[in-house]
């Protein structure tokens, strides 16, 4: 079984950066394709930007792209978010997730494409 942790959260101030992590244990990461996704109360889930098992492929929300970077190290089991230029609207619960194949997705029945969520890490961006 994949477990997946997410470390990394806290307040920051706008313009500030934060660099979330997400460790796996119980499988290699090798076979998986990596998002991060993020949540405020009442509302839906977010892709923020995914990549493929091999790194080939990388996609970003809009709402990030040239802000935020993803990453992986597969020889370490881990994916990370590097988050730069942080604004209050990117405060939220941030998740990673994986799904088994070479391709990820930012879109689409989340909770059906992914087979593996971790619990969580909050981001909180305020003056």
């Known amino acids: 079984q994949l477990q997946l942790v997410e470390s990394g959260g806290g307040l920051v101030q706008p313009g500030e950066s934060l660099t979330l992590s997400c460790d796996a244990t119980?499988?290699?990461?090798?076979?998986?394709?990596i998002g991060w996704f993020r949540q405020v109360p009442g509302k839906e889930r977010e892709g923020v930007s995914c990549i493929s098992s091999n790194g080939d492929t990388i996609e970003y929300a809009d709402s990030v792209k040239g802000r935020f970077t993803i990453s992986r190290d597969n020889a370490k089991n881990t994916v990370g978010l590097q988050m730069d230029s942080l604004k209050p609207e990117d405060t939220a619960v941030y998740y990673c997730?994986?799904?088994?194949?070479?391709?990820?997705?930012?879109?689409?029945?989340?909770?059906?494409?992914?087979?593996?969520w971790g619990q969580g890490t909050q981001v909180t961006v305020s003056s």
């Open positions: 997730a994986a799904r088994r194949g070479r391709l990820c997705s930012l879109m689409g029945d989340l909770s059906r494409i992914y087979d593996y």
């Open positions: 119980g499988r290699t990461l090798d076979y998986y394709a």
